[in-house]
């Protein structure tokens, strides 16, 4: 079993930052790929960046340039620094891990899920 938990987020105004942190829990050891994704009201699930062990990573197109990803193993955590945000960036953040060295971008493929973290941008 993993756990994890979100945190950071909330009100943020147009044009602002805002940086999310995942923390991981328990028989992490073997799922070396975390991910974060985000739901906004009345929409899918979407992929938003995903990262390795070896710290490669992948973005979707909306938030390239914008977001970065990034991980301390040291300390289990995942993160991500959103800049420039946007109203259209409103949604529900959620990180995600699964096993495996292919950085994959679609929900499915993902075992283990965070609650949730909101994160409003206000224009």
């Known amino acids: 079993q993993v756990q994890l938990v979100e945190s950071g987020g909330g009100l943020v105004q147009d044009g602002g930052s805002a940086r999310l942190s995942c923390i991981a829990s328990g028989q992490i050891f073997d799922y070396t790929i975390m991910a974060w994704f985000r739901q906004a009201p009345g929409k899918d699930r979407e992929f938003v960046a995903v990262?390795?062990?070896?710290?490669?990573?992948t973005y979707a197109d909306s938030v390239k340039g914008r977001f970065t990803i990034s991980r301390d193993d040291s300390k289990s955590t995942l993160y991500l620094e959103m800049n420039n945000l946007r109203p259209e960036d409103t949604a529900v953040y959620y990180c995600a891990t699964t096993a495996g060295t292919y950085l994959y971008t679609i929900r499915r493929m993902y075992e283990y899920w965070g609650q949730g973290i909101q994160v409003t941008v206000s224009s």
């Open positions: 990262i390795n062990r070896a710290l490669r990573t």
